[in-house]
């Protein structure tokens, strides 16, 4: 190789190369107005004959400062050694490829893709090497470009596909590809991935539009790999080639189940504090009433007692008159100890917590077990278990649940049979360090909206004119005794049954 880096490029040289150009023939034509870089070389020494404009302006140097310079003092260092193995091949290869890496007059690196060939003037062997120098700066950018675009696509947090215009994809990004299955992505057409509904408004008026104005944006839905819907709001690109026909679609879904989630617990919070509202007017008003009842609660306790010393005890109906006066005090004094515990409730105060038989509870309902089906009242029938079933709970709290529950039931016994609505049944019983009480009904069931989360809400009824606060009230008590609430449909017969569960004691 030494032999090629040492002499001056001959006055043959340039003439040869002259001469293969012919002076304004059409590769004189292509040599000067090309927009790719040119370069003709001596083939014996590599020193340059000549360049066109567009490899000067490659470097940023006139033509002057090119001509019998050998490539080694333009490119990179690195890339010399490179240029030099390659330039050792002439003799045997008429052409060859390679990339390199120039520097420009202002120091910056130029990539370029040389395809160099050797030309021979005749018998006496090669006389040029020429070189076809193309700039690759934009390329390697538009390489880094969509590099970059590919990593935006692979992490965007939702679908990205193209398809073709028969609908059948070209392309799925990494979010698509897990929702839809690896495996089946690849060979999946926009048929396959939704549901009949979705793909009708996808065939019908989201390509159609996009086809005739650019872009598509709706409502639809994609059938992930265990067959589920899934919805998504999704936009429709349509590109179009010179003719104006459709070459391919491209498609952005979101997946809209998050922001429905999203949207349903803003709701969600919103009654809530609705309800919260709602119960801080209740307590006003409860205190207000409890203010404006005690007076004439206590004045008919009196009344009665005043009553009881009245009635001569020679009296015939003496007896009687006695039970009616001790019911009214009992029923009175019953009625403001439930305003206190109410008010107490409702402004979040402790209950007052002590040991007590749930079967004595029970038996203590009177307004409800004295009810008979010749009143057309509803009868409540008891099945209580033998022993005590005790539990630590506030009499007060406890009994108010157990009498929200009846009431329900025998509601629910009324709207199944007017004419004979049948008794409510309550069962009491011990179970694996549980005390549970059964109120169990023969009305219609639970309504299909009927749900634990029904329980904890506040104001939701199914009754017309109900307020929707007795199922709450007995949730809440419950929850503040360490229970709970369980509603079910009776297994073999027709109503449901409200099930109280508390930690039985000992």
């Not at 409502?219 to 080639?241: I, K, M, N, W, Y």
């Not at 009868?379 to 079933?389: K, N, Y």
Request: glycine share 8%; aromatic share 6%; proline share 6%.
């Amino acid at each position: 190789m030494e032999e090629n880096r040492n002499g001056a490029p001959g006055p043959e040289g340039r003439e040869t190369f002259e001469q293969l150009l012919g002076e304004g023939g059409l590769l004189h034509h292509l040599f000067h107005h090309s927009t790719e870089g040119f370069l003709a070389l001596d083939f014996r020494t590599l020193y340059t004959v000549e360049v066109n404009d567009a490899f000067c302006r490659m470097l940023g140097r006139a033509r002057a400062e090119l001509i019998g310079q050998r490539p080694d003092a333009w490119l990179a260092p690195e890339d010399r050694a490179t240029f030099w193995r390659e330039a050792a091949h002439r003799r045997e290869q008429e052409s060859r490829q390679y990339e390199a890496r120039l520097v420009a007059r202002d120091g910056t690196r130029v990539p370029v893709l040389a395809n160099a060939s050797t030309w021979s003037a005749g018998p006496e062997g090669p006389a040029l090497s020429l070189v076809f120098v193309s700039d690759l700066t934009c390329l390697k950018r538009s390489e880094e470009l969509t590099e970059q675009l590919m990593h935006v696509l692979e992490s965007f947090p939702g679908l990205i596909g193209m398809c073709d215009g028969n609908l059948n994809f070209l392309y799925h990004n990494a979010y698509a590809k897990e929702l839809l299955g690896a495996d089946r992505a690849a060979d999946l057409t926009v048929r396959g991935c939704h549901p009949d509904w979705a793909f009708h408004i996808m065939r019908e008026e989201a390509f159609p539009t996009a086809a005739n104005e650019g872009y598509w944006v709706g409502e639809s839905a994609l059938l992930d790999q265990t067959g589920r819907e899934v919805p998504f709001l999704v936009t429709v690109v349509a590109h179009h080639d010179h003719a104006g026909g459709v070459r391919r679609y491209s498609l952005v879904g979101i997946d809209q189940s998050v922001q429905n989630l999203a949207e349903e617990k803003k709701h969600r919070y919103a009654e809530q504090l609705r309800s919260i509202s709602r119960l801080i007017s209740l307590e006003g008003l409860t205190s207000l009433l409890a203010h404006q009842l005690n007076q004439p609660l206590a004045a008919l306790g009196n009344y009665a007692v005043a009553g009881q010393r009245l009635v001569p005890r020679e009296c015939p109906e003496s007896p009687r008159l006695q039970a009616l006066l001790d019911n009214i005090q009992r029923e009175t004094q019953k009625a403001s100890d439930t305003l206190v515990q109410v008010r107490k409730f409702l402004k979040g105060e402790g209950p007052d917590f002590h040991s007590l038989d749930l079967n004595d509870l029970v038996r203590r309902l009177p307004p409800f077990l004295q009810e008979s089906t010749a009143t057309g009242r509803v009868p409540v029938r008891l099945q209580l278990a033998e022993g005590p079933v005790t539990v630590v709970g506030d009499h007060l709290q406890l009994q108010e649940v157990l009498h929200n529950l009846i009431h329900n039931a025998r509601e629910a016994n009324r709207e199944q049979r007017p004419e004979d609505p049948g008794s409510v049944q309550i069962h009491t019983r011990r179970r694996d360090g549980e005390a549970l009480v059964d109120v169990v009904d023969a009305g219609p069931g639970l309504p299909p909206e009927m749900g634990t989360d029904v329980l904890v809400r506040p104001f939701f009824t199914t009754k017309k004119g109900g307020i929707g606060l007795g199922l709450w009230v007995a949730y809440t008590i419950l929850e503040g005794h360490k229970g709970r609430l369980e509603a079910f449909d009776n297994p073999d017969g027709p109503g449901a049954t409200f099930r109280v569960r508390l930690p039985a004691e000992g």
